[in-house]
């Protein structure tokens, strides 16, 4: 992005002025580097969400920002319903409520490293990743409408992880307002054999240990110690989560048209958060986000047999579970008073400080874990939420490192088995279920997920707690 | 000539572009590419079962991403990995059919999924001859 189209208001944080149609601002949380490497498009696309109808305070980027559809990857902004304010499928993404779920397996890296290529060998086999791949668990028709509204609830009800994982997952591991009749027959049909999948692309489950810890109050409340082995599950909503944004593009695009309302992309198709459309967008998306919650959940409890099987001593706990696309129904303060916002991210993370009502029990006084997802050859971090990212981004922070090299450009560039065996030269074992999706997504391809942590941090929407070396990794 | 399908850049996906004599061409050989992403060998597959595609849309390019969005979820229902395509279009609405087989990964490389079409760098267009279509999918 051109520096000098923007306004400097801090080391971190510059805003896009406001041009004709934009209703509010736009805010890029970033380091000077960071956002003088971002994509012109980041700055196209967060003033066209300026402009939709309803938008409070400002549009939103943060530090790992880049060209998305519709919305910025990175994006976040609130609507307020009771102005006119708009849902957007493009707010959402595609992939709804993908998300990162970290566990602690009471184990450090000593006593795993031994036995760690029997683990990741186990671990690909039992865990269903790559294109084509299927799920332990087949559903019927009725069955995965249970899913549908009951999330993780509905896995650990079925035996699929204990009790107190949810207690560790946003909303409790169910989202609130699901209507399965909202989603279409081919949606779900999808969704059948995909219950308890990877997925492929960007997702992956990984093997990591606690290599610094930066805020000790915090990682003593998220049970976190240096050495410490830790697992984590990035993946989706899976094909059903496609499908409901992919039906509802259609959906909203008409009622945009019926409502006049002005948009400068298709895939920011919205309709007014208080009209059918919207609100039948609203809870087909509460279903997608009950179908992720349930995924991470199922996996969950395929890690942990895989774990117990060779580590009985181990103890897998749920460390905390988030999710990056999504839009929710919070409360925020705007101008001195309480208003109920849809809050959309569109790959940013929920960060939010003490004493918010969503933060789990076990947190409430140092806020939520937030989860950012590194590549397989850098490194992943965990942060807490922090009081301050409340006024400054409605509680959000950064999702991951962001690409910095397209996916032809990083498969003409290298070779995934070249990339498997460098990885492995440097003690990390890689099990890919397809070559070429381990060369597109070589870590090189990446931004630095450090400055883009660091850029959070200093910023002020989340602090560092904690960072996390890659001791071996699944890709689909 | 450039070849009958192909891939291009996009920043965080992969965009993938089809080229033909007539419309129809076109349509079958952006198929090709988008499914050239889920297997390393397209030609590794054997079009040995088929399935009936139809889509309709409010303009040309909405049918391209309707067709295409149809294929990915067939693909899923049916587990098959398709290779061949025949489209027939008409006012706006398509009936095709698209054969291939299930995946077996002793014979099939894997190559990564594709969640869907998108919108973005969506172009239907004539270009002297040939017609071309493109899109950026989401993987």
Redesign the interface.
Same mark, same amino acid.
């Given at each position: 992005m051109e520096l000098k189209q923007l306004k400097r208001l801090g080391e971190y944080q510059w805003e896009i002025p406001r041009d004709k149609d934009m209703r509010v601002p736009a805010l890029v949380f970033a380091s000077e580097d960071l956002v003088s490497d971002m994509?012109e498009?980041v700055r196209e696309q967060l003033s066209n969400v300026a402009s939709l109808p309803g938008i409070v305070k400002a549009a939103i980027a943060m530090p790992d920002a880049?060209?998305?559809?519709g919305f910025p990857?990175g994006g976040v902004a609130a609507f307020d319903p009771d102005d006119g304010g708009i849902i957007s499928v493009g707010g959402v993404g595609?992939?709804i409520s993908c998300g990162v779920r970290n566990l602690l397996t009471g184990l450090t890296r000593d006593e795993i490293l031994p036995l760690l290529e029997s683990l990741i060998d186990r671990l690909f086999r039992v865990v269903p990743s790559?294109?084509?791949s299927?799920g332990k668990i087949r559903l019927k028709p009725a069955e995965l409408d249970d899913v549908l509204t009951g999330g993780a609830q509905w896995a650990v009800e079925m035996g699929y992880g204990l009790p107190e994982d949810l207690a560790h997952t946003e909303e409790e591991g169910r989202l609130e307002g699901a209507d399965p009749s909202c989603v279409s027959d081919?949606a779900k049909?999808?969704q059948y054999?995909?219950v308890g999948t990877l997925?492929?692309?960007n997702h992956y489950l990984e093997i990591q240990y606690v290599e610094e810890i930066f805020h000790q109050p915090s990682a003593e409340a998220f049970g976190l110690k240096q050495g410490d082995v830790i697992v984590a599950i990035h993946c989706g909503s899976r !094909?059903l989560g496609?499908?409901i944004?992919?039906d509802y593009?259609q959906v909203l695009g008409k009622a945009g048209k019926k409502y006049q309302i002005p948009i400068k992309?298709?895939?920011l198709v919205c309709a007014p958060i208080k009209s059918p459309e919207g609100e039948k967008y609203y809870k087909a998306m509460v279903c997608g986000v009950n179908c992720a919650l349930a995924n991470r959940q199922v996996i969950t409890h395929l890690t942990r047999q895989v774990f117990h099987e060779i580590f009985p001593k181990a103890a897998v706990k749920n460390l905390y579970d988030v999710s990056h696309n999504t839009c929710k129904i919070e409360e925020h303060k705007v101008n001195g008073k309480v208003k109920r916002l849809y809050v959309h991210r569109k790959g940013a993370t929920r960060a939010f400080g003490p004493g918010r009502p969503e933060v789990p029990e076990a947190f409430k006084n140092v806020g939520q874990p937030v989860l950012i997802g590194g590549t397989m050859g850098t490194c992943s971090y965990i942060l807490v939420g922090q009081e301050t990212g409340e006024a400054l981004a409605w509680g959000s922070a950064c999702h991951g490192a962001?690409?910095s090299m397209?996916?032809? !450009?990083a498969l003409k560039r290298w070779k995934g088995r070249k990339i498997i065996s460098e990885l492995a030269h440097r003690g990390i074992l890689i099990r890919a !279920?397809?070559?070429?999706?381990a060369a597109?997504e070589a870590p090189e391809a990446y931004k630095d997920v450090t400055s883009v942590v660091d850029s959070t941090h200093r910023a002020g929407l989340a602090r560092k707690v904690a960072k996390l070396r890659p001791m071996a990794c699944i890709k689909? | 000539m450039t070849a009958f399908f192909e891939t291009f850049d996009h920043g965080a996906d992969i965009g993938i572009r089809g080229r033909g004599k007539t419309l129809s061409e076109a349509f079958e050989n952006s198929a090709k590419s988008m499914f050239s992403l889920l297997v390393e060998d397209l030609d590794t597959v054997i079009p040995e079962k088929s399935v009936i595609i139809s889509c309709e849309s409010f303009d040309l390019e909405g049918l391209f991403v309707a067709w295409l969005n149809s294929l990915l979820a067939e693909s899923d229902m049916q587990r098959l990995i398709f290779s061949d395509f025949k489209v027939k279009i008409q006012d706006l609405r398509l009936s095709g059919t698209a054969m291939g087989e299930p995946f077996d990964f002793s014979r099939h490389q894997r190559g990564v999924e594709v969640k869907g079409a998108t919108f973005t760098e969506l172009a239907v267009r004539q270009d002297g001859d040939w017609w071309i279509a493109q899109c950026v999918v989401d993987v």
């Open positions: 994509d498009k880049h060209w998305g559809y990857i595609y992939d790559g294109v084509g299927e081919i049909r999808r054999r995909q997925g492929s692309g !094909a496609h499908q944004g992919t593009l992309e298709r895939e962001g690409r397209s996916r032809r !450009a !279920a397809s070559y070429r999706g597109e689909g | -």
